[in-house]
């Protein structure tokens, strides 16, 4: 395809799971894509099995915002399309309200929040230049329905929520020509999701097999997200196809928030959004 020809795109958090996949999509529409990540091996080896650039990157160091933007603009001329997909999930031994560490909840935030905020506004004067863009940050369900398990998790990816429709009116306001809408998956067995299932099989005597399959059990159509869901929504939603949507919040969840309205079954797993990336603040 070539719905994304002479776009230039960033994805944070690509060198893994949901990053990956969203990179790999956006290329296959025929754009040129940059990852950036922290675990630089593994960011080297996915850019190089996906033809794409590779840059080390935190996304929770302003600077280093300054500089992964500075060197898109240099090499390519413009940046287009920027998915902050980069996240985490943070510890599963203390989320409640009564027992989330402090330094934890400033961890998920630095990542998931801060890093998102920094990106949406390291990106703007770069897509005001390029004459337009289109900015997706990754949510979660998790930051539209409450899981008291997963206290900061789920309260940093409700702010991505709103802050993206901060920045899509800003932008409008200004007629920038930039549009920001968030996605928000359900559970997505990512590599991280898997260390999470681990966990919580561990913590209840249970096999990983069976927190999967509770997991599904929660979902009205009974299967997992996969990466190619939510690429694809990602896809469109920075395409031309999607001109008229700015805001929004996408969920890409088969039915689990719209369909049952809350959460269900016995395991208490944070959405697929945050878990998916492979970002940390080290």
């Given at each position: 395809?070539?719905?994304?020809?002479?776009?230039?795109?960033?994805?944070?958090?690509?060198?893994s799971?949901l990053?990956?996949a969203?990179?790999?999509?956006?290329?296959?529409?025929?754009?040129?894509?940059?990852?950036s990540d922290?675990?630089?091996d593994?960011g080297?080896?996915?850019?190089a099995?996906?033809s794409?650039?590779f840059?080390?990157?935190?996304?929770?160091d302003?600077e280093q915002w300054r500089?992964?933007?500075?060197?898109?603009?240099?090499r390519f001329?413009?940046?287009?399309?920027?998915?902050n997909?980069?996240?985490?999930?943070?510890?599963?031994?203390?989320?409640t309200p009564?027992n989330?560490r402090?330094?934890?909840?400033r961890?998920?935030?630095?990542v998931n929040?801060?890093?998102?905020?920094?990106g949406?506004?390291?990106?703007i004067?770069?897509m005001r230049r390029?004459?337009g863009?289109?900015i997706v940050?990754?949510?979660s369900?998790?930051g539209i329905?409450?899981?008291?398990?997963?206290?900061?998790?789920?309260a940093?990816?409700?702010?991505?929520?709103?802050l993206t429709?901060?920045?899509?009116?800003?932008?409008?306001?200004?007629r920038?020509?930039?549009?920001?809408?968030?996605v928000h998956?359900g559970?997505v067995?990512?590599?991280l999701?898997?260390d999470?299932?681990?966990?919580i099989a561990?913590s209840r005597?249970?096999?990983?097999?069976?927190v999967?399959?509770?997991?599904?059990?929660?979902?009205?159509g009974?299967?997992?997200?996969?990466?190619?869901d939510?690429?694809?929504?990602?896809?469109?939603l920075?395409?031309?196809?999607?001109?008229q949507?700015?805001g929004?919040?996408m969920?890409?969840?088969g039915g689990?928030v719209t369909?049952?309205?809350s959460?269900?079954g016995?395991?208490?797993?944070?959405?697929?959004?945050?878990?998916s990336g492979?970002e940390n603040?080290?």
């Amino acid at each position: 395809m070539t719905r994304l020809k002479n776009v230039t795109g960033l994805v944070t958090g690509g060198a893994s799971g949901l990053g990956k996949a969203i990179a790999q999509r956006l290329a296959a529409d025929g754009a040129r894509v940059i990852i950036s990540d922290v675990q630089g091996d593994l960011g080297r080896e996915t850019a190089a099995q996906g033809s794409f650039t590779f840059l080390e990157q935190n996304v929770c160091d302003e600077e280093q915002w300054r500089q992964v933007i500075s060197e898109i603009e240099t090499r390519f001329g413009q940046l287009n399309v920027l998915v902050n997909s980069a996240g985490i999930a943070g510890p599963m031994d203390a989320s409640t309200p009564e027992n989330t560490r402090l330094e934890d909840w400033r961890k998920i935030f630095a990542v998931n929040t801060e890093g998102v905020f920094l990106g949406c506004r390291a990106a703007i004067p770069a897509m005001r230049r390029a004459g337009g863009g289109s900015i997706v940050n990754i949510s979660s369900i998790g930051g539209i329905l409450a899981n008291s398990s997963a206290t900061a998790y789920g309260a940093s990816k409700a702010a991505v929520g709103h802050l993206t429709q901060s920045v899509a009116q800003y932008c409008a306001q200004e007629r920038l020509n930039i549009r920001c809408n968030s996605v928000h998956p359900g559970a997505v067995l990512t590599p991280l999701l898997r260390d999470v299932v681990s966990g919580i099989a561990r913590s209840r005597g249970l096999t990983s097999e069976a927190v999967v399959e509770e997991i599904k059990s929660t979902v009205p159509g009974g299967e997992l997200v996969l990466p190619e869901d939510v690429a694809a929504a990602v896809a469109f939603l920075v395409s031309a196809d999607s001109r008229q949507i700015n805001g929004e919040k996408m969920i890409v969840d088969g039915g689990r928030v719209t369909c049952s309205g809350s959460f269900r079954g016995n395991v208490s797993v944070v959405g697929g959004g945050a878990i998916s990336g492979s970002e940390n603040c080290g």
